[in-house]
């Protein structure tokens, strides 16, 4: 039993608050346990310089990533000359898994911007952008369509994405930031609506991890998307 | 009668949720109609640089100011590679106005940080950052000497702030972004519990004002400020 | 009785020497007491990108401002690496101010440069760029109309800009730097030939201000304007 | 069979030139095919300044990464004004795997670099700089061992890393260049010399991966890091 | 003749106003024709960071130069986001030139700062600079001598610069700006009041030179700077 | 007699091997002794910005050189977020002498990127990239007009390039690190085939010097720079 009096396959608490803000086409307010982070979604008559540039067909979808500076235990200081190497990894990573829930050839000549502002942070704030914003992105492409400023829907599947690690020698589940500290291994997976795999990224803090701890902590991963899976299918119903 | 069916004079609806995040000493969720901003104060125990090479003793208090991407009509990009001289004005007239509130010399070595993220931006973002501000700094005061953190309230007075302007040459108090588009003048007023100024911003937008056309606004702003306060004083019962 | 042996109603000396440049098309070295600014006046056959991306017709007028390292006291560090938050206030409000003075569709896909480098800095250094660049404006409009380089005069009016403060509680006019570092409160007010207000921008420095001072201080600002606007008019006859 | 003749299970040939470079510690040439990196390894009498900040005990050891800008097929652009999501997730990446083979409390106050610098890219950069720097990073502790510039060897394990992918639905070893190009996921493993994992990435480029895919890409890659490891074994006898 | 009436190895007029700035410890507006340039020395209580980690004893010695937005035909952008190879070139010459008048082991701790403001550019900005500094310090050095704030002289000879050229094929002294847009070669040579060379610096501009030509182009070099230290002695008794 | 038992009009041994890189057009590592730079041509399908604006006809040529980080006695920090004055003027200098050995006009709307890599630097490392660069680009210019990429050879001399000095009272050739940090006097000479000056850049470092010791190192410059251009001719029939 973990502190949080959770078993070690069990996800925090998921809620999310849609149409959270104003102007964007799609907004979340996603909760994993206590970390919250708003997810919108914007969408621009434009694609980036080098698929100008290589004349390349279809549209495009980008994402950032930011913690609000009083969205950590000590402030943190805001990005402004230049982004960190973590964020940086962070918002290709988001980029990346929304990305592979579309088909972009669908949205010629558009970019879709996926902003995560992490309000509250509380372990697995990537995790959760990349969730809250799949759902963000179903509502933003319904209300285009309808509103015809895109032709066709280019969404194509759905993604989850949710943490695990070996804590204690542990396989556990969606650690939340005091798990994440003490953790062993930390390893990220985004997985699709099919069960397939969009990255998985595992890293050994403390230690090293064997074969048989990687498949464990995959196990985890499968389980707890397909719930976050469920979930999201409910807010966009 | 406006748009929005308001008294010239009249403000629109001020809501605060104080205590919205999970981290910072003081936060509070403000909303001038509809726009929403979150301010949060944090402490740390430093000051800048420039305090301690002139040997200045006593504290800081400065300020950060941010439109989140989505918080416009249209997607404003982050300013990740240096601030624009807008997000500067406005950071130093947040800074220099909760100053006024403060005597920070007995904070000795400590620095105050207000952070002020606009998610939703309908129009006087500025001044409910600083009306926002004020309540959550009042929320820290109040934690940190109960914790011990500070040995004195630096707090000497309360500041509120709101704009004013001239719209279809009348003056109007506390303008939404629509009207704000329109008018042809554009003030914004700073004020302390005593009815004194902390700051008088006036820009011929359109049109030049005469004499009387600022003195009309300036009572208008202090209508609108007395106000404020009052709410202000609600939430920290 | 000041320092200087001015009353509290009284300008210091001002005097212009125009044509002081040998390339732009118009320039003028102001001295407002012991300030003494370089302004100077360009234009370019370009218009900002986001007016192009707009599609907005006419012209534009932007203003750049920089003091000297060695124009102070202590030698000021030159702004290679970003422009600090006072700089870009400054810049923004002459840029602002002379806009104030001009119809920039006159001047259509043109961009107006205005240049105020400070060479001596005693107090008031914004004020007598924005009122020195207003005369190198004029003798520009002229030379660049008779060369054909303009179709239209693109001014309307004349702008001049004057520093009022409290200072001992009293209310003073075009304060050097002593007398600005000891001030209550440190306020510059733009005006045009007609009496009209462009910018007022009031600051508590040190304490407060009641309405009736606020009053003072315009009545100060309204006749140093008249004054300046007189000492213009001499110099571009 | 591959296009290069290699079975799916085989690595390219794999040289190292040990003592590469005049100056530093340790360095390496190292090839994987046509890939080639010089790694090199200097230490300095210094830590990160976060580590002083927080009093934290040991050394350091971080890692930087280039791309030549003639060693690709065009023009690579030099990142002088700042570095690109993709580097950072490089260097990070080698930095944390050559981490996992250090203790660095024993080398206080010491920081190790490694510098990674790509002079012909083939595919599988940053896997041979992981596995070339390993080696660089070997000669240089036994060379400052000796010289008494570290007291003891950091080093507690090797460390060698290699990339797998599906290609053509098949999982593949080692993937040059065009392979890379066309493979549909793509996956680094860094691994040690007892057979556990430091970093597991993987990516679905083209098309997302199922359990099984996974896990035959990581049979090949701990069968591919085994043989890296005997080669490393072999040039620092 | 050339087209000012000048023989070729004639020097344009030169002309210097001392104390031309209010608070510097040095200050010359110095004429090369038509050419001005604001030159200025400031002193500090500090030395770079570098010496101090080196721990070498003894004072500092450095240059910035700069071109005024208006200084030339078409204006020239101010160098805000870093600064150009040309700007790093000539500052990084005056500050090598005024190093070798000087023994800065005499003012130890201390940095002199010496800015070269262009103010109207028509060719020789340069050379212009470096002996107008050269006045301006030997100004400054006397007053922080009397005052006391240094204790020793460290000027020990004194500096001149000059640009030669070939122009049609014929060896000249002293390029407008004109002559230098059309120059085959342009060269700058410093010397000292021993005649000695301290800096020459030739370039190929339109086509190569020949060792004739050299020699040619260094005895008008010597010539000019002989005439450049008379005018510089003059100015400092 | 030198320390390493050169004479003072002695070059160091020079070698050339070409072809070192798989990617660029033209490339060669050159040896200055223990000076080691990757020299690499590639062409682009582009002029700069400024050449388009200008309507300029024909291409251009740029240079870039790097010191990588470990190519040092101590490590090097790498220019990420700007170029260094010293890298600045190198480059530069590289990029002028490589342009006097072409004409541009014969490649129009193309741009030949240089690129020199130090890998270990032993002084004369702005000389070795020159040098070596020219034999690049021979080699370039020949593969390109072969596979039809350039029209015409834009190559009308050849250029090379050597450092002398004086060191202990006496004129010497091709210094080495050690001399080079002991120099007096430090001086670089570009020629072309036809034994005219490209560029002459000599710099007092301890001491300024006479018209005599400058006689002395041209003569040396014009000896060591004929020799290295035989070593050129080999590597290109």
Redesign the interface.
């Known amino acids: 039993m973990r502190k949080d009096n959770r078993e070690n396959n069990e996800l925090r608490n998921i809620n999310m608050i849609t149409g959270y803000?104003?102007?964007?086409a799609g907004?979340v307010l996603i909760e994993f346990g206590?970390t919250r982070v708003?997810c919108?979604v914007?969408v621009?008559d434009e694609v980036p310089h080098w698929m100008r540039a290589q004349n390349i067909k279809g549209g495009w979808l980008t994402a950032?990533y930011?913690l609000?500076?009083?969205?950590?235990?000590d402030?943190v200081r805001?990005?402004?000359?230049?982004?960190s190497?973590r964020t940086?990894?962070i918002?290709?990573l988001i980029g990346?898994s929304l990305r592979?829930a579309c088909d972009l050839e669908k949205i010629p000549g558009k970019t879709i911007?996926i902003?995560c502002?992490v309000?509250?942070?509380?372990g697995g704030t990537r995790c959760a952008s990349i969730s809250g914003a799949m759902t963000a992105l179903r509502i933003a492409a319904k209300k285009l369509l309808k509103e015809g400023k895109i032709k066709e829907n280019p969404i194509i599947t759905d993604v989850a994405a949710v943490s695990v690690g070996i804590l204690d020698n542990e396989a556990v589940l969606d650690l939340c930031y005091e798990e994440d500290s003490n953790a062993e291994v930390d390893?990220n997976v985004i997985m699709?609506a099919?069960?397939?795999?969009?990255?998985?990224?595992?890293?050994?803090e403390a230690r090293?991890?064997?074969?048989k701890q990687?498949d464990k902590m995959?196990d985890l991963a499968?389980k707890g998307n397909k719930e976050i899976l469920e979930i999201q299918k409910k807010e966009i119903i």
Chains 1, 2, 3, 4, 5, 6 share one sequence.
């Open positions: 803000l104003m102007h964007p907004s206590k708003i919108s914007t621009a950032e930011q609000l500076p009083s969205s950590t235990g402030r805001r990005e402004r000359k230049g982004v190497g940086q990894e918002q290709r990346r592979a911007y902003d502002d309000i509250d942070a509380d390893m699709t099919e069960n397939e795999f969009v990255e998985v990224q595992g890293t050994a090293t991890f064997s074969r990687m995959l499968v």
